[in-house]
């Protein structure tokens, strides 16, 4: 199999590394964090420009056509430059709810709002009793004269306090855990009803917890069928599990090759700390440690087209599984061979350490996932 770019991945992964290594270095990104909001509208614009918002959507939506492969290489570059805007939540899991659950009218009317940096998207499906169970929904969604009514609450919803609009789920039917009776509806971020409490998460990010009293939504604002919405979430999520992989892979990297270089230029005794024979064979396990985790990322990216969801599950778990090892393994040696300065405020490396260990805990953690993968199909099973 030949996983080598094309000439217009490669130009698209040369195009976001220039720009983010040019004006998203590490003193960048924490005059960014440092700033009221946050985050940058400027970088985001940014991000606009070079079309990495409409990326993933087909061009007769107004986007740009781009599938999985280039999605990974955007993450990745994220990854390593440890970029704080909402690309995930809105460019990756609220543009698949919307691709896979979306009616032409309504992915019309979004999209190229979305790709113009205009529209800020959020997915609000957590809920505080649901852990990563993505059936457990308790906000309830009634049918009214002309649309819903939604009444519930939603937990650290990534990028919910910056976004314009957000795609809740909703039951209309059915016990909590059901699989069937869940439905998906657009509601404005400031909507009567609405109240958002926002705050920093421990890598940097934005996220909010969001309460729903009696917020209405038109028909016209329901996303696909509003009782069988199950299949288009699982799908979503999937799909930003093997976004995320990706990105930690690029978290990886970058503290892979900070330490490498660290090694090269840290002196003791008169020499090199990357002579010492225990601290090169650290690093090598570190290298491993990296390719494993990039060899399933490729795996996960490779899945994402899946069409049986089961199977497409068990390789997101997999590929999830692998990442959190990999992850807290190069994110411990990185600040181990860094000594007292990888834990400082002030470098980078224990700050791609903070993004790995939020990367654990997105969409499942180690042992959520190890569970998942137990129940399920055995890889080799399915081979």
């Not at 220039?18 to 909001?37: Q, V």
């Amino acid at each position: 199999m030949n996983f080598d770019l094309s000439e217009e991945q490669q130009l698209l992964k040369d195009s976001v590394a220039r720009t983010f290594a040019k004006s998203y270095d590490f003193e960048a990104r924490a005059r960014i964090l440092a700033s009221p909001a946050g985050w940058s509208r400027a970088a985001w614009m940014q991000m606009a420009e070079l079309g990495l918002l409409g990326l993933p959507f087909a061009p007769e939506d107004g986007g740009f056509g781009g599938g999985p492969v280039e999605t990974m290489i955007v993450m990745e570059a994220i990854g390593r430059a440890l970029v704080v805007e909402p690309y995930l939540s809105t460019a990756v899991l609220a543009a698949a709810v919307l691709r896979h659950g979306g009616s032409p009218a309504l992915r019309a009317r979004l999209v190229p709002q979305v790709a113009d940096g205009c529209l800020i998207l959020a997915f609000a499906h957590g809920e505080p009793q649901a852990r990563w169970e993505l059936s457990d929904v308790a906000t309830s969604a009634e049918r009214v004269e002309g649309g819903y009514l939604l009444c519930g609450r939603k937990s650290v919803v990534v990028g919910g306090d910056v976004a314009d609009m957000l795609i809740v789920s909703g039951r209309m039917s059915g016990p909590p855990r059901h699989p069937t009776g869940l439905g998906l509806f657009l509601v404005n971020g400031s909507a009567p009803g609405v109240t958002i409490k926002a705050y920093a998460t421990q890598d940097g990010r934005r996220a909010a917890d969001i309460r729903l009293d009696s917020v209405f939504v038109a028909d016209v604002d329901v996303v696909g069928d509003p009782a069988g919405a199950l299949p288009v979430i699982a799908r979503a999520v999937d799909e930003a599990i093997a976004a995320i992989c990706a990105e930690a892979v690029g978290a990886m990297d970058e503290a892979v090759a900070m330490t490498v270089e660290y090694l090269k230029t840290r002196q003791q005794f008169g020499v090199a700390i990357g002579t010492f024979q225990a601290l090169q064979h650290r690093a090598a396990d570190m290298f491993v440690a990296l390719e494993q985790a990039r060899s399933m990322a490729l795996f996960a990216v490779m899945s994402v087209a899946e069409k049986n969801p089961q199977t497409r599950a068990i390789a997101m778990s997999a590929a999830k599984i692998q990442i959190a090892r990999s992850a807290r393994f190069i994110g411990e040696q990185a600040i181990q061979l860094h000594g007292g300065i990888g834990m400082t405020m002030e470098y980078k490396v224990g700050h791609l350490f903070k993004r790995l260990v939020m990367i654990d805990k997105e969409f499942g953690d180690l042992d959520h996932h190890l569970d998942r993968l137990a129940a399920g199909t055995s890889l080799l099973e399915e081979a």
